[in-house]
C-alpha cells in the first residue's frame, strides 16, 4: 500500500526480446562459469582425464551459474515472465472470443432450425 492507502502495482520494464535476451544471458553466464572453474580445476592439478570428473565440473558450473542467475538477472526474467503472461492473456482472449462467436453461430443455427 502507498502512502494514501492505495494499492501500489509493481510493473516490469518491457524489454525487447526478452525471452531471447533472458535465454541468452543465461547460457553465457553458464559458458563463463564453466570456464572459470574448468580453469581453476586445471591450476589446482585435477585430473581430468576421467568423465566423472568433467561431469562433477559441469554440474558445479550448473548450480553456480544458477544461483549467479537469480541475483543478476532478476530484472530480464521478470521482464520475460511479464511478456508471456500478457502474450498468454491475449491468446486467452482470442480463443475466448472466438469460442463465443461459435457458440452465438451455433445458437443462432439452431434457432432457424427451430423456427423453420
Same mark, same amino acid.
Given at each position: 500500500?502507498?502512502?494514501?492507502?492505495?494499492?501500489?502495482? +509493481?510493473?516490469?520494464?518491457? !524489454?525487447?526480446?526478452?525471452?531471447?535476451?533472458?535465454?541468452?544471458?543465461?547460457?553465457?553466464? *553458464?559458458?563463463?562459469?564453466?570456464?572459470?572453474?574448468?580453469? !581453476?580445476?586445471?591450476?589446482?592439478?585435477?585430473?581430468?582425464?576421467?568423465?566423472?570428473?568433467?561431469? *562433477?565440473?559441469? &554440474?558445479? +558450473?550448473?548450480? @553456480?551459474? #544458477?544461483? &549467479?542467475?537469480?541475483? +543478476?538477472?532478476?530484472?530480464?526474467?521478470?521482464?520475460?515472465?511479464?511478456?508471456?503472461?500478457?502474450? &498468454?492473456?491475449?491468446?486467452?482472449?482470442?480463443?475466448?472470443?472466438?469460442?463465443?462467436?461459435? @457458440? #452465438?453461430?451455433? +445458437?443462432?443455427?439452431?434457432?432457424?432450425? &427451430?423456427?423453420?
Amino acid at each position: 500500500m502507498s502512502a494514501n492507502n492505495e494499492p501500489v502495482t +509493481a510493473t516490469t520494464p518491457r !524489454i525487447p526480446h526478452a525471452t531471447l535476451r533472458y535465454t541468452t544471458l543465461r547460457l553465457g553466464l *553458464f559458458l563463463v562459469t564453466l570456464v572459470l572453474i574448468w580453469g !581453476i580445476a586445471e591450476l589446482a592439478g585435477m585430473h581430468l582425464d576421467d568423465q566423472f570428473n568433467r561431469l *562433477f565440473l559441469l &554440474a558445479i +558450473a550448473l548450480v @553456480v551459474s #544458477s544461483v &549467479a542467475s537469480f541475483f +543478476a538477472l532478476g530484472k530480464y526474467r521478470g521482464a520475460m515472465s511479464a511478456g508471456l503472461v500478457a502474450r &498468454a492473456g491475449r491468446r486467452s482472449e482470442n480463443f475466448s472470443e472466438k469460442l463465443s462467436r461459435k @457458440v #452465438s453461430d451455433s +445458437a443462432s443455427f439452431e434457432d432457424e432450425e &427451430a423456427g423453420a
